[in-house]
């Protein structure tokens, strides 16, 4: 319910795009058009195709004309019909304006993505095309909005310019109309901001000084248009004269929160806002504030705006609700955690197993406290550098420093690994463990049954799977836990006879690597078991960094194979595997280019299929990290959609180079493991 009332909230229109002329106001609300005459009375509508995506919206007399953005083409809209009258699709990128002469003979149209204007005739055909990119003059960067002046040239707005030029019907520059100054004081930027504009359209000392002009409007002699930042939000409405000279500034009641579009008829002005959904009209005369337009625009702003409201309503109730209806699930799982943690706390493991008869790695204290230290280190010199650069990552330094920072990780990585702390076989886990073991079978054992020792090992690579392992002098059990090593949960168990047993042996986990990332590595042994089950023989493979325990196992049970005589067959718990022979179990040689190509599809995929777990994982939430950051700066890089300053694209291109370094990289890595792993 909560799900569905938010996205009914996304789906409510608000008033956008607007137009005006002497027969009337033509306003797109959603996805329908509303006429309206001068006193705001709607005289009719058109609803448009869901597809469409305007880019402008003109009423030339009484027709409506319509740019969509989606298709690049320019429509007249009549009785719900879409008639093309120019399709731009084969040069238009992105957002472009248009503009008509009054002889309805050529079309005119600013592509802000190519800073470019083309010049069409009425059935479309290109005739030229002229600007160029830049911020000269004759040059355009990011071109919005195009209009007739009175006598009959072009006014375009040249956004990223900051000022408004003339140009001639044929596309040659004239002259600059006006300059836009720069408004309040110079723009410092905060730490947030300054990592958040690593990829900025300006420089950070230019960022905030200039607003940027781009909807426009001519009423009489004076140019109105929009200055805004971060889009078209916290926009002013400004009048410059027909000299170009700053005259006042249009002021609502309460600032305009999203400014969609600007229109005007005669000596009034109309201001769209998405955010409140409200239609602002002004006097330019003597610069005031006349009210919201349309008493009937306003009803169907608070009708959506109450629905709104409703929807909100409906989400907070259904989130209440769900609470509501939590709670007492909660509290109650709770009551029950409490109680079993309670009984668990209660059990002595030294009724139980002798204190050496648990098996358990050496944790070296000195490297553990090393590694905390160090990363503590690394963590406050990564904030000394974000704190003493204005953008760390564009200072000409940053791959010295950031090399030695990602050493020291890695270093203290290794440390916290070597130092015993992150393998599960250490004395509190494991007690840990068997507490809920006697816990919840507290007649596990049979009268004349002795623990002879116990540990636990990872049982998998991958997930996050461990085992108890509780040897007595009758059989073997098998306790299967998941989770990690904060908390984890008692699963299924099986026990074995050890006359079951067919096999036993430890080897090396090879996870060769040639790189750095090789110091995250634990030298890993395995301990092989091949266990004759109701179904055949399965293999059961443990893992664990320190071979001594796992070369105790397998002498212990070496020693009960061999002088087992009871198999406990009736109580025994066999789990259902696929019957295999023998002779199929064996390493099986891998494909060297298999690898490789995986770690060219994604970074990581590779060092999964190497069975270097951690290390694919490294590399993949590095490669996604890369993508995030990369993805948005490129694509706007490609499409011309943003301006680059000199520091913004060299971070775009030492990031892409460091990409590409880490995407080798990664391949290589790959393919020399796959190579040792098939010898």
Same mark, same amino acid.
């Given at each position: 319910m909560k799900l569905w009332a938010e996205n009914k909230i996304n789906e409510l229109p608000s008033p956008n795009f607007i137009s005006a002329s002497e027969n009337g106001v033509a306003v797109s609300w959603g996805n329908t058009i509303y006429l309206l005459d001068h006193t705001g009375h709607v005289t009719g509508k058109e609803i448009l195709p869901e597809k469409i995506k305007?880019?402008?919206?003109?009423?030339?007399?009484?027709?409506?004309?319509?740019?969509?953005?989606?298709?690049?083409?320019?429509?007249?809209?009549?009785?719900?019909?879409?008639?093309?009258?120019?399709?731009?699709?084969?040069?238009?990128?992105?957002?472009?304006?248009?503009?008509?002469?009054?002889?309805?003979?050529?079309?005119?149209?600013?592509?802000?993505?190519?800073?470019?204007?083309?010049?069409?005739?009425?059935?479309? &055909?290109?005739?030229?095309?002229?600007?160029?990119?830049?911020?000269?003059?004759?040059?355009?960067?990011?071109?919005?909005?195009?209009?007739?002046?009175?006598?009959?040239?072009?006014?375009?707005?040249? #956004? +990223?310019?900051?000022?408004?030029?003339?140009?001639?019907?044929?596309?040659?520059?004239?002259?600059?109309?006006? +300059?836009?100054?720069?408004?309040?004081?110079?723009?410092?930027?905060?730490?947030?901001?300054?990592?958040? +504009?690593?990829?900025?359209?300006?420089?950070?000392?230019?960022?905030?000084?200039?607003?940027?002009? #781009?909807?426009?409007t001519l009423c009489n002699d004076k140019a109105v248009f929009l200055l805004a930042k971060n889009g078209l939000e916290n926009s002013k409405l400004v009048v410059y004269d027909n000299q170009g000279r700053f005259s006042g500034e249009l002021a609502p009641t309460e600032p305009l929160r999203m400014a969609g579009d600007v229109a005007s008829w005669g000596d009034n002005v109309l201001v769209t806002d998405r955010e409140t959904r409200k239609i602002h009209l002004f006097k330019v005369e003597n610069m005031s504030y006349i009210g919201e337009f349309s008493q009937e625009m306003k009803d169907l702003s608070f009708k959506n705006i109450l629905e709104e409201k409703n929807y909100k309503n409906i989400s907070c109730i259904a989130l209440v609700a769900l609470l509501l209806v939590s709670v007492p699930i909660i509290i109650l799982l709770m009551h029950q955690r409490r109680r079993e943690a309670k009984g668990v706390a209660t059990i002595d493991i030294k009724s139980f197993i002798p204190s050496d008869a648990i098996w358990t790695v050496k944790l070296d204290k000195k490297k553990l406290q090393m590694s905390i230290a160090l990363m503590g280190f690394v963590f406050i010199l990564l904030i000394i550098c974000l704190s003493v650069f204005k953008v760390f990552l564009l200072h000409r330094n940053f791959?010295?420093?950031?090399?030695?920072?990602?050493?020291?990780?890695?270093?203290?990585?290794?440390?916290?690994?070597?130092?015993?702390?992150?393998?599960?076989?250490? &004395?509190?886990?494991?007690?840990?463990?068997?507490?809920?073991?006697?816990?919840?079978?507290?007649?596990?054992?049979?009268?004349?049954?002795?623990?002879?020792?116990? @540990?636990?090992?990872?049982?998998?690579?991958?997930?996050?799977?461990? /085992?108890?392992?509780?040897? @007595?002098?009758?059989?073997?059990?098998?306790?299967?836990?998941?989770?990690?090593? @904060?908390?984890? #949960?008692? &699963?299924?168990?099986?026990?074995?006879?050890?006359?079951?047993?067919?096999?036993? !042996? /430890?080897?090396?986990?090879?996870?060769?690597?040639?790189?750095?990332? &090789?110091?995250?590595?634990?030298?890993?042994?395995?301990?092989?078991?091949?266990?004759?089950?109701?179904?055949?023989?399965?293999?059961?493979?443990?893992?664990?960094?320190?071979?001594q325990i796992l070369d105790k196992i397998k002498i212990f049970l070496e020693q009960k194979r061999s002088?087992?005589?009871?198999?406990?067959?009736?109580?025994?718990?066999?789990?259902?595997?696929?019957?295999?022979?023998?002779?199929?179990?064996?390493?099986?040689?891998?494909?060297?280019?298999?690898?490789?190509?995986? !770690?060219?599809?994604?970074?990581?995929?590779?060092?999964?299929?190497?069975?270097?777990?951690?290390?694919?994982?490294?590399?993949?939430?590095?490669?996604?990290?890369?993508?995030?950051?990369?993805?948005?700066?490129?694509?706007?890089?490609? +499409?011309?959609?943003?301006?680059y300053s000199e520091k913004g694209l060299k971070a775009l291109v030492i990031f892409v180079l460091f990409f590409l370094l880490f995407y080798l990289m990664n391949i290589v890595d790959a393919y020399f493991n796959s190579k040792k792993e098939s010898l």
């Open positions: 305007l880019t402008q919206l003109k009423l030339i007399d009484n027709e409506i004309w319509i740019g969509d953005v989606a298709s690049k083409c320019i429509y007249k809209v009549k009785n719900a019909e879409l008639k093309k009258v120019l399709d731009g699709s084969s040069l238009i990128r992105n957002v472009f304006k248009f503009a008509l002469n009054k002889t309805r003979d050529r079309i005119y149209v600013t592509d802000s993505s190519n800073h470019k204007g083309y010049i069409y005739d009425y059935q479309g &055909r290109l005739l030229k095309n002229f600007g160029k990119e830049g911020k000269a003059p004759a040059e355009l960067k990011f071109p919005n909005s195009i209009l007739f002046t009175e006598d009959g040239n072009l006014l375009i707005v040249n #956004t +990223n310019a900051h000022r408004l030029d003339i140009y001639s019907t044929e596309g040659d520059f004239i002259k600059t109309f006006a +300059n836009v100054e720069s408004i309040g004081k110079k723009y410092i930027p905060s730490r947030a901001d300054v990592l958040r +504009n690593i990829f900025s359209n300006v420089d950070n000392e230019v960022r905030g000084k200039y607003e940027w002009p #781009t909807l426009l791959i010295i420093i950031l090399l030695i920072i990602t050493i020291l990780y890695f270093y203290a990585l290794m440390l916290l690994i070597s130092s015993g702390y992150l393998f599960v076989a250490r &004395r509190p886990l494991i007690e840990k463990m068997l507490k809920e073991v006697f816990f919840k079978h507290p007649q596990l054992f049979q009268p004349d049954e002795v623990v002879a020792c116990c @540990t636990a090992l990872q049982s998998s690579l991958i997930m996050k799977k461990y /085992v108890l392992l509780i040897m @007595t002098n009758r059989q073997l059990f098998m306790f299967d836990i998941m989770g990690g090593l @904060t908390g984890f #949960t008692l &699963r299924d168990f099986s026990r074995y006879a050890y006359r079951n047993i067919k096999s036993v !042996s /430890v080897e090396k986990v090879n996870m060769p690597s040639k790189l750095v990332i &090789r110091s995250i590595n634990a030298n890993m042994h395995m301990l092989r078991l091949s266990i004759e089950g109701g179904t055949g023989v399965k293999e059961m493979n443990f893992y664990l960094a320190q071979n002088k087992s005589e009871f198999i406990d067959i009736n109580n025994q718990k066999v789990e259902t595997v696929k019957a295999i022979h023998p002779g199929l179990r064996g390493k099986i040689e891998t494909k060297k280019w298999i690898a490789p190509v995986l !770690s060219a599809i994604f970074p990581g995929l590779g060092q999964f299929y190497n069975r270097q777990i951690l290390k694919g994982t490294i590399f993949s939430a590095a490669g996604c990290m890369f993508i995030i950051i990369l993805i948005r700066p490129l694509m706007e890089f490609i +499409n011309k959609n943003v301006e």
